[in-house]
């Protein structure tokens, strides 16, 4: 299966800055996913994230927020713009890895926002 | 609302112990997964299932899909301490290929 190498692992951010995250596959990958989860809890979608086209948000994300990048079949990237402490969270990058074979993920990053 | 119910939220147990997560749902699903997630990591896929009353087994882990494709359970034998995690089960809806939704997950906590 794909491995997904992500980071930053951590970090801790100033109010009103952003933050980029980069997931690199292992493989090309059709799909990816960008995710957040509040420690704890379970996971919920913010974007998937085509290669040649515009990511597709989901419900109550946008793109202004959360620009994502997609140059390539390997790579992908999520910002977090203007952040404020309610954006706090371990974001996840995925990967589909064809079919009914469930997604891998990298390792997540836990953003704290001061 | 939760399109996958999961249940319990939380569970403690012994080692040696069994358990059984459940993950409900009033859709039909192509596929289903169970993921383990530990503190820190991202969350591992365990098993996949697509087919209705399929089971499958993974050492001391069994995984059923319900007959209607709506509804999966695992189920560990002689819990150890190693089994401690948040299992999350995902399913895939018929149409919505790679784009699975996942379930609140259940916290597992098992002491020696």
């Known amino acids: 299966s794909a491995v997904i190498s992500q980071k930053p692992s951590r970090d801790i951010c100033q109010r009103g800055t952003s933050l980029t995250i980069q997931c690199q596959v292992d493989s090309q990958v059709t799909m990816m996913f960008w995710y957040r989860q509040q420690p704890g809890q379970s996971l919920t979608l913010i974007a998937t994230?085509?290669?040649?086209?515009?990511?597709?948000?989901e419900s109550g994300f946008v793109i202004d927020k959360f620009p994502i990048s997609r140059p390539n079949l390997t790579f992908s990237t999520l910002t977090v713009s203007n952040m404020s402490p309610e954006d706090s969270s371990i974001y996840l990058c995925?990967?589909?890895?064809?079919?009914?074979?469930?997604?891998?993920f990298g390792s997540g990053t836990r953003l704290t926002v001061v | 609302t939760q399109l996958l119910e999961q249940s319990p939220q939380f569970l403690s147990i012994q080692e040696g112990e069994n358990l059984t997560v459940y993950c409900n749902s009033s859709s039909v699903f192509s596929s289903l997964q169970w993921y383990r997630q530990e503190p820190g990591e991202g969350p591992v896929l365990l098993v996949t299932v697509v087919t209705g009353g399929e089971v499958k087994k993974l050492k001391r882990l069994t995984f059923q899909f319900g007959d209607a494709r709506k509804d999966s359970s695992l189920h560990i034998t002689a819990a150890q301490p190693g089994d401690t995690g948040l299992y999350l089960c995902?399913?895939?809806?018929?149409?919505?290929?790679?784009?699975?939704?996942f379930g609140a997950g259940t916290q597992v906590v098992v002491t020696p």
């Open positions: 995902a399913g895939a809806l018929t149409d919505s290929w790679g784009k699975f939704q």
């Open positions: 994230a085509n290669q040649g086209s515009e990511a597709t948000y």
């Open positions: 995925s990967a589909a890895t064809g079919g009914s074979s469930g997604y891998t």
